[in-house]
């Protein structure tokens, strides 16, 4: 069965540090995995992606998200936080098999203090 | 290009009412997807649909019924809303098939059930 764990449930950052959300996963089959983010009183905006290829992915806003597959993880990352970097974040999986359903993990809340 | 529209933003039900989410997407889209958004749960897939003409459950289907219109649309349906419906519901989409792709958010719909 396919499913994302996201070990933290907050994470705090002083802002020009770097940071690290952390996300692992379980699938059978190849691993599709993405990143999400969510302000307040918003839907979820997509940041990046790994299909295939560079285990090193870059997506929207300075973020990059590095794939590990011995470790079966998805850390999003990125070198300077900013305050306008606080918000909830989301690690998900896509089946290969049954056709577009997503898993997500629980989110973890980053709050980057000035 | 709207993206994932949801109607309404805002609902308030009493107990034993009845009513419809809307969701469309203008994407052209295969996929596409019902989920609630709890505090301290993360998102529940709760109906999916694959493709026009076909809907599957989710983890959370139970007091919830799904139509998909066409392939634009796909509504979700509290035939007699209770108070632990009460959530933030978003829609989303996403291709099939060949392209491993993201899945797009609505802004969502906050409910509550009195």
């Known amino acids: 069965a396919q499913s994302v764990a996201q070990p933290e449930d907050q994470v705090n950052v002083a802002e020009g540090n770097p940071l690290t959300v952390k996300c692992t996963y379980s699938?059978?089959?190849?691993?599709?995995l993405f990143w999400y983010v969510q302000y307040p009183n918003r839907g979820l905006q997509f940041l990046l992606k790994?299909?295939?290829?560079?285990?090193l992915v870059k997506g929207s806003y300075g973020f990059e998200a590095e794939f590990n597959k011995s470790q079966t993880s998805f850390h999003l990352k990125k070198p300077s936080a900013l305050v306008s970097d606080s918000a909830l974040y989301f690690c998900?999986?896509?089946?290969?098999?049954?056709?577009?359903?997503?898993?997500f993990g629980s989110g973890t809340k980053l709050n980057v203090k000035p | 290009n709207a993206g994932v529209t949801q109607t309404p933003k805002f609902q308030v039900l009493k107990t034993g009412q009845s009513m419809t989410l809307q969701c469309a997407q203008d994407?052209?889209?295969?996929?596409m997807y019902w989920y609630r958004q709890d505090p301290g749960m993360g998102l529940r897939l709760i109906y999916y649909?694959?493709?026009?003409?076909?809907?599957d459950k989710g983890e959370v289907p139970n007091g919830y019924n799904v139509s998909r219109l066409n392939k634009r649309e796909f509504s979700l349906r509290l035939e007699s809303a209770a108070p632990s419906q009460t959530s933030v519901y978003f829609c989303?989409?996403?291709?099939?098939?060949?392209?491993?792709?993201?899945?797009?958010f609505g802004p969502g719909t906050r409910l509550t059930v009195l």
């Open positions: 994407m052209n889209h295969n996929s």
């Open positions: 699938v059978s089959g190849n691993p599709y």
């Open positions: 989303a989409s996403t291709t099939s098939g060949i392209r491993i792709g993201e899945q797009f």
């Open positions: 790994y299909i295939t290829g560079d285990n």
């Open positions: 649909s694959a493709s026009e003409g076909t809907t």
């Open positions: 998900a999986v896509r089946d290969e098999y049954r056709y577009g359903k997503f898993y």
